[in-house]
């Protein structure tokens, strides 16, 4: 039996913007974060990494704050 816990998520969390290069034209791009997480702000599950828009991954935070029931804390900005 394994010991290890998964961490219980206490809040969705929405960062960013950091720059990553785009492959193909090689120009810096805005890319965003969202994420459930535990008390302690780590991830507790899959790390959504968005290139699209802001409004994109505000629209994600917004829906998987709604669907788990959890508080959304936002540390983004727009680029």
């Not at 492959?23 to 535990?38: C, H, L, M, N």
Request: no cysteine; proline share 8%.
């Amino acid at each position: 039996m394994s010991t290890t816990q998964k961490p219980k998520a206490t809040q969705i969390r929405f960062e960013g913007p950091d720059a990553d290069v785009d492959r193909v034209s090689g120009d810096e791009i805005p890319q965003w974060y969202v994420y459930a997480a535990d008390a302690d702000r780590e991830p507790a599950g899959k790390v959504y990494t968005v290139r699209k828009s802001f409004a994109f991954a505000a629209a994600l935070a917004g829906r998987m704050a709604d669907e788990r029931n959890l508080p959304l804390e936002i540390e983004a900005q727009p680029a």
